[in-house]
């Protein structure tokens, strides 16, 4: 018999259980080409195409393992059904899950596309544009309606714009019905919508804030063929965005920030908007009112007052917004204020370390309105240090009671600009020159500034060929940040010309101003009413330094 003698040391035991664990590990080959491949379909349950459908369950069996991903922003179904089906990955095979009270409806061809949210699972690889289409009739509609979608004001593009056909061409059905076929823009705006019936449709974008594919009124944009779509011609379709006009116009936002100032920010530009102060005694009491551009904000500026407190009625026309009380600040307290006492300043000025551009008047930015300018012969304005002639140039309030303040840097003889390129230029102005609403003088006001070289600058002639009609047209440069440069109106075909540009890329933009209003207006969808027409030239323009350039551009109707 042979003796056999078992080693019971815990390191030969321990070595022993590692040894048997790699033998039954399998590990998968290194190296090799990295996967590019998209799953493949191998069978569809029922068949893709599938006519007279009539099924709850939809399985899709592909060659690898898949998964689903961004599925929520991916899948469209057109058109939409009552309730999203139940959609899940197992394994290799994709089901889709109707809800069991869902009825389709009768000779109507249904596509379910996914996008890109079906990939392979270890290298995410996309079966691109993947669709399962069916029809519950006797064959498969295949007619096709395209085009792009933009904003009317500023022609921007959004991917993920609504844009729906109906068969029912009344008004409302966009505010109580789903529509009959659907599809979502792309980033660059365009749309598809496929496999839709023959026959006529109206055509409406939102912006679907809610999902429930319905116009919610102005809370959401919107956009709106003139005319019903004929599904079966082919043509790109161009819609164009925007926001109706709030019906009620209402107070954002109100603050007392500082003595005898009162600031409201409202929905929309209004001009009925009207502040009453309520106060039984106004006794010796003065009031201004500054509005913005656009009318949809007021800063509201009160003098003399000695109550404690002051209740202010907003109203739009014979509308009454608002009633506010406020605690008045005292002019002591805000005299003495260790921050932000109550003071005459300047809030803005061109910034000294900056070059002043050429052919402009010198702007500065006060912080109370101004009701009186002291005698402007003790206003020292030099060319490095020669004393330019008090007659050369004029220092007035911009506009009665605000707080923006002008030196006219244009020669009353030459009517030429008198400040000359590349030289430095200091401003003096003495204290106790501006007087403002509550009687506070400015202290020494300096401003030292150096003007660009001429060179610095391009310029463009602008040959504008224009439509004859019966309208004002807003013209713009803008540059590429969208802030408006340079604006003005005309009636008519002209050349403009536009000087002492700074060196960078410019759009032109035309505003079909119809109501002669002088800016731009929304459209209405109840009053058939689109938005009005913005025209951009195709390309950027680039300005040169010292550069002239020549541009014709020719509008159609």
Known sequence: MNNFKVNTNPFFFALALLLLASCAQIVAPG???????????????????????????????????????????????SPPLNKTPDIDVKNKTLNIEFDKNEVLKSNTTYCISFGNAVTDVNEGNPVENFKYIFSTGTFIDSLKVKGKVQTA?????EKGILVMLYSDSSDSVVYKSQPDYFGKTKADG????????????????????????????????????????????????????????????????????????FDFVFSQGSDSIRINNLSNDLKGVQEYFEFSKNKDSLRYWITNYQKDSIVLQISNGNKIIDTLEFKFINKEEALKAKRNPLKLSVVNSPDGNQSFDLNKNLVLILSNPVKNIAASDKIILKEDTTLIPNKQFDLISAQSERAIIQLLLKSESTKNYIIKESTNYSLFIPPGTFTDIFNLTNDTIKIDLKTREAKYYGSLKLKLNIPEKNSNYIIQLIDEQGLIQREQNIKKSEELLYEFLHPKKYKLKIIVDENNNGKWDSGNYLQHTQAEKVIYNTELINVRSNWDLELDWKTSP
């Open 31 to 77: 190296g090799g080409a990295k996967d590019t491949t998209a799953p493949t379909v191998l069978k569809y349950n029922p068949d893709s195409a599938q006519l007279g459908f009539n099924s709850k369950l939809i399985e899709i069996n592909f060659d690898e393992y898949i998964q689903l991903k961004d599925l929520n922003n991916q899948l469209i179904i």
């Open 153 to 157: 004001f500023d022609h921007r593009t």
């Open 190 to 261: 365009t749309f598809e919508i496929n496999n839709v019936k023959s026959g006529k449709y109206k055509m409406v974008a939102i912006k679907d804030a809610n999902a429930n594919y319905k116009y919610d009124g102005e809370s959401e944009s919107i956009a709106f063929y003139d005319s019903l779509v004929d599904a079966s011609v082919k043509k790109d379709i161009e819609l164009e965005l925007f926001q109706e006009p709030s019906k009620k116009v209402f107070l954002k936002k109100a603050t007392h920030p500082s003595y005898g100032r």
